[in-house]
């Protein structure tokens, strides 16, 4: 027996394993589906979830959440959450309640840690600023979760994608953790063409909510919820925009008053009231106090004036950046950023594929706040120059 045919025993021997252990309702690593079949994968020893995990923790994209904020941005300060923090803290907590409900792990880091992959510099600002220039260029609404399926499939790899399984595209795709919803079904029947069709319609329809089609994908989106909601109190709280004793009352009560005891009353909640069934879901009493808490958020965080007060300037920014890449590409501009730190060495097919407007909005999306910023004082703010005459 050769050293391939030793490992990949070991590989099916894993797969085995995973029947014999998870729920009937766990998504099998045997079951994952791929667009298009690679022979190293079915002689390789790595599982098809555990190998997606590995493209997006290896992807350009991936490394861009280091300098991507969450919620505040434009604030110096070393202890505020930034996106690479936030989607390690989902893939725990996720992974987490995955182990107590029996589930697929792997499939839950792929998708926990590829979830919010299509985020434009500035959070949900730059993502409704990103949007608004789309729809002025025909291109339809812009949102992050579908930027983080295109970026995956699409644009890594100069335009080759990285040929990621439906299940863990479809939980990044499925997974907006800003809608409030007690309890998750997952929509099982769905393949590559419902994929496509689903992106299309939330595109043009942005009220289009998407379920994903496993438990492993709405254990995901529940703990994106979960990730957040106390740690963006928090992170209010250490900027002086909110107090503890402001908190509402019931929230207080049912699920605590710190990060820790949210997530850990959250967890518990989801795990207890989720357990050997077909679905997760929140107890009645949780998820009516964790729907308050974001609403209280929204109201008091999200949308205060002391985190909004250069937001205009931030919209002006986008705005003008956007106009200045399309020109350079109309004009065929090659010694523009655009050209020279994005296009260069792209397939043909991306370019063949791709309006420029679209391309202006993937090389936008796919900045880091700080390198936006640069490219904004590079062609946006007048350089001084010594000249001698």
């Not at 040929?163 to 595209?169: D, I, S």
């Not at 939980?171 to 029947?189: F, R, T, W, Y």
């Not at 992170?235 to 990060?259: F, K, M, Q, W």
Request: aromatic share 8%.
């Amino acid at each position: 027996m050769t050293k391939r045919d030793r490992l990949q025993k070991i590989r099916m021997g894993l797969d085995e394993v995973e029947e014999q252990r998870l729920s009937p309702w766990a998504c099998l690593s045997r079951h994952a589906i791929r667009k298009k079949e690679e022979e190293n994968i079915l002689r390789g020893h790595r599982q098809h979830f555990s190998l997606d995990t590995d493209r997006i923790l290896h992807s350009k994209a991936y490394s861009r959440y280091i300098d991507k904020t969450q919620v505040f941005y434009l604030i110096k300060n070393d202890h505020i959450t930034h996106r690479v923090l936030h989607v390690q803290l989902v893939s725990k907590i996720a992974r987490t309640i995955g182990r107590l409900l029996r589930l697929n792990e792997d499939l839950i880091e792929a998708i926990s840690l590829g979830h919010d992959i299509g985020h434009a510099p500035f959070g949900h600002d730059g993502e409704k600023f990103l949007s608004d220039l789309c729809r002025k260029h025909g291109l339809g609404h812009f949102f992050h979760n579908l930027q983080g399926v295109r970026f995956l499939e699409k644009i890594e790899k100069k335009g080759k994608g990285w040929n990621l399984t439906l299940q863990v595209l479809d939980g990044i795709l499925s997974h907006n953790g800003e809608v409030h919803s007690q309890a998750l079904n997952p929509d099982k029947d769905k393949d590559f063409f419902r994929l496509e069709k689903e992106m299309e319609k939330v595109e043009e329809h942005p009220d289009t909510d998407l379920y994903p089609m496993t438990l492993e994908g709405c254990v995901v989106r529940m703990a994106d919820t979960i990730s957040y909601v106390g740690r963006d109190v928090e992170d209010a709280i250490r900027l002086g925009l909110i107090t503890r004793e402001g908190l509402p009352g019931d929230c207080r009560r049912v699920l605590g008053e710190t990060n820790g005891t949210i997530v850990y009353t959250l967890v518990e909640d989801l795990v207890a009231n989720s357990l050997d069934k077909p679905y997760t879901s929140f107890s009645e009493e949780v998820a009516d106090a964790l729907k308050k808490l974001k609403d209280f958020n929204q109201n008091f965080i999200y949308t205060s004036d002391k985190v909004k007060r250069e937001t205009l300037k931030v919209q002006l920014m986008f705005e003008l950046l956007f106009e200045k890449y399309l020109q350079d590409l109309e004009k065929g501009n090659k010694s523009s950023d655009i050209f020279r730190e994005f296009l260069d060495g792209m397939s043909t097919a991306y370019g063949k594929d791709t309006p420029p407007a679209g391309i202006v909005r993937d090389f936008i999306a796919g900045m880091t706040d700080e390198y936006f910023l640069s490219q904004c004082r590079k062609h946006l703010i007048p350089q001084s120059k010594s000249l001698r005459f």
